[in-house]
């Protein structure tokens, strides 16, 4: 694992202290950390833009069986990898290189009642410690534009997955406005770790890589939508206790203005697809 990649998203998304913060505001909201339900916790373990409202349509493009084995790439605090076992029947495995959020998904995911059908490993997406031709299907949201080798990530998916099996994707892209991103935004606090590319290369990228596609739409519109509707909630005040600010802090207002901005300017764009293995 390259310890400065790690400890540039290490030092962005989380800190050591991150489950006694989560666990203090879920007694603070009356809750028994050990005894938890997935609509408690939405908020704080479905960091991408949409929510659960934007994995559940991705799960609904991929055509799951009940007991298929997916891989959640950079699966953060586990909330797509609960939400997969809970509404789906499958087996997931969720690999964040953040140990964090690897921590905090642990637990989670044992106080909603689902360790029986996931597992959570710390390991870098460009090179996982999981065995050939082993997933049916690799389930990635917000993901590629923190690795900064993405031929090496999308090799190594290709790897892991099984002859046929599925790439899911919910990413964040360039947009056809180049001028500078503003920065912060809740995947990168400068250019230095956000490795955003354009559609047509993430097209050329998939292709070189083994896949072919399925299936992709933009989904930008959506997204500035959800968004705007979010920014509005926080800054007046109306999102409760277990909000993103308990993971990213304070600056996380100013990163949802930020990707509201940057949307609205089409510097940034959303695609969602699904990709199959040759």
């Known amino acids: ?65 009940p007991g298929q084995k997916v891989l959640d790439l950079g699966c953060g605090t586990g909330g797509s990898s609960r ?15 953040t140990q964090p959020f690897v921590d905090v998904a642990q637990w989670l995911t044992q106080a909603t009642g689902l360790t029986a059908r996931t597992q959570f490993v710390c390991a870098d997406a460009q090179n996982l410690p999981l065995e050939d031709a082993s ?16 031929t090496k990530g999308l090799a190594e998916v290709n790897r892991v997955l099984k002859p046929k099996g599925s790439l899911l994707l919910h990413e964040v892209l360039q947009g056809d406005n180049l001028e500078p991103l503003s920065f912060p935004v809740p995947w990168a606090d400068t250019a230095n770790t956000s490795h955003l590319i ?4 993430l097209e050329k990228q998939l292709t070189a ?50 990707l509201m901005a940057n949307l609205a300017a089409g510097k940034v764009r959303l695609i969602e697809g699904v990709w199959q293995k040759v």
């Open 135 to 150: 997933f049916d299907a690799v389930w990635s949201q917000h993901t590629l534009m923190n690795l900064p080798d993405l």
């Open 83 to 97: 939400l997969l076992v809970d509404e789906h029947g499958l087996q997931v495995v969720g690999v964040d290189i």
């Open 1 to 65: 694992m390259n310890s400065t990649h790690q400890d540039l998203l290490t030092s962005h998304y989380a800190d050591e202290h991150l489950a006694t913060r989560l666990r203090e505001a879920i007694i603070a909201e009356g809750l028994d950390p050990e005894q938890l339900t997935l609509d408690a916790i939405a908020a704080i373990d479905q960091l991408h833009v949409g929510g659960r409202r934007s994995s559940r349509q991705l799960a609904e493009q991929a055509g799951f069986l």
């Open 209 to 258: 890589a083994g896949f072919v596609k399925v299936k992709q739409q933009e989904v930008t519109e959506q997204a500035l939508n959800w968004r705007k509707k979010h920014t509005d909630k926080e800054a007046r005040g109306q999102t409760g206790i277990l909000t993103p600010q308990l993971i990213f802090g304070p600056r996380f207002l100013h990163m949802g203005k930020n």
């Open 198 to 201: 354009t559609p047509a290369e």
